[in-house]
């Protein structure tokens, strides 16, 4: 069974760069698609990036083009997502996720595998 943490949130100021972490485990990861959503208290989970199994393709939401960048490391089975020029609107809880394939990545019902979510706070 397919387990997930993410790590790295914190408190950080308007322009910081944070970058956060999702370990995979109980899987193949070089099979699967990953993604990272984040969702604001009182809003809905809103897809961020997503990074193909063979590392070859990205995708990004409107909000965060050209600020964050996804990426993958198979020798430690981890997703990273690499925040640049933090907004207070980019304050959430960010999850990671495994999608059923690369043309849902950004279909939150299409995910078969969360972590438990790490908040990130930005201070204006």
């Known amino acids: 069974q397919v387990q997930l943490t993410e790590s790295g949130g914190r408190l950080v100021q308007a322009g910081d760069s944070l970058k956060l972490s999702c370990s995979f485990s109980g899987g193949t990861f070089s099979e699967v698609t990953m993604g990272w959503f984040r969702q604001a208290p009182g809003g809905n989970r809103q897809f961020v990036a997503g990074?193909?199994?063979?590392?070859?393709?990205?995708i990004y939401g409107a909000s965060v083009e050209g600020r964050f960048i996804i990426s993958r490391d198979y020798t430690k089975n981890t997703v990273y997502l690499q925040m640049n020029s933090l907004k207070p609107e980019d304050a959430a809880t960010y999850y990671c996720?495994?999608?059923?394939?690369?043309?849902?990545?950004?279909?939150?019902?299409?995910?078969?595998?969360w972590g438990q979510g790490t908040q990130v706070t930005v201070s204006s």
């Open positions: 990074i193909d199994e063979t590392d070859s393709l990205t």
């Open positions: 996720g495994v999608a059923k394939s690369w043309r849902l990545v950004k279909v939150q019902s299409k995910y078969e595998a």
